[in-house]
């Protein structure tokens, strides 16, 4: 059912949706209503704190960026940012807007925060496609899966908070100049995947918990272009 048909229910639609405002859902993928950003992570820490656990989720898409020899690109995160600060994390991860689709929100965030073009293809064209298209000029990316509840641990001067997320992964390749833009990310490093998992195992606490998850769950999609 489109999003537009599920707002009707929501007695405060704005009569334009920007930035800031998110679909909310249970824990089992309900819509329930739309929301401001702040507000809702307000909320959200506040009931974890008092109760242990989050009972709603957002949606959100990730992004594990390679270059065409198969190096992992991650960002290391601003020390000033209010949750993981300091710590090495997927290439990008983007909230999803109001009425955005998970796709339309990748391609904004790779322009807006990693400075270049990228499309996304199905995972049938992708193969093709990468050996194709010149990747030092756009970054060609496709969608693994989606799942609910993705347990995102947020490390903040407060303690530990738990943000469930429905959540979009994406891998994709690109061998072009990245120049972090929102000034959210202090820098990038580039792994092979062996070389990653090393660090990982020794040096644990350097990492978040979200790219520990990721490429366990992924390690299979994160090699070379043949």
Not at 78 to 94: A, R
Not at 102 to 115: F, M, V, W
Request: glycine share 6%; charged share 35%.
């Amino acid at each position: 059912m489109p999003i537009k048909s599920l707002y009707k229910n929501n007695k405060k639609v704005p009569a334009r949706i920007n930035k800031e405002l998110l679909e909310i859902y249970d824990l089992d993928g309900n819509f329930l209503k739309i929301q401001e950003r702040k507000k809702f992570f307000n909320e959200a820490k506040k009931e974890y704190f008092e109760k242990g656990e989050v009972s709603k989720q957002i949606k959100r898409v990730l992004l594990l960026l390679m270059t065409s020899n198969g190096k992992i690109v991650i960002q290391k995160r601003n020390k000033h940012k209010y949750d993981n600060p300091g710590l090495f994390d997927k290439t990008l991860g983007g909230h999803v807007i109001a009425e955005d689709t998970d796709n339309l929100t990748l391609i904004k965030e790779s322009a807006e925060e990693l400075g270049f073009p990228a499309s996304i293809v199905s995972s049938q064209e992708f193969p093709n496609v990468i050996k194709k298209t010149d990747l030092r000029i756009v970054g060609i990316f496709k969608k693994i899966e989606t799942i609910d509840r993705f347990p995102s641990v947020r490390i903040t001067s407060k303690g530990e908070f738990i943000q469930p997320y429905i959540n979009t992964t994406y891998i994709g390749y690109y061998d072009g100049p990245i120049q972090f833009i929102d000034g959210e990310t202090s820098g990038i490093e580039v792994f092979m995947l062996d070389e990653l998992k090393q660090e990982l195992k020794k040096y644990p606490e350097k990492f978040t918990e979200d790219l520990k998850i990721l490429i366990k769950k992924y390690r299979k999609y994160l090699k070379p272009i043949k």
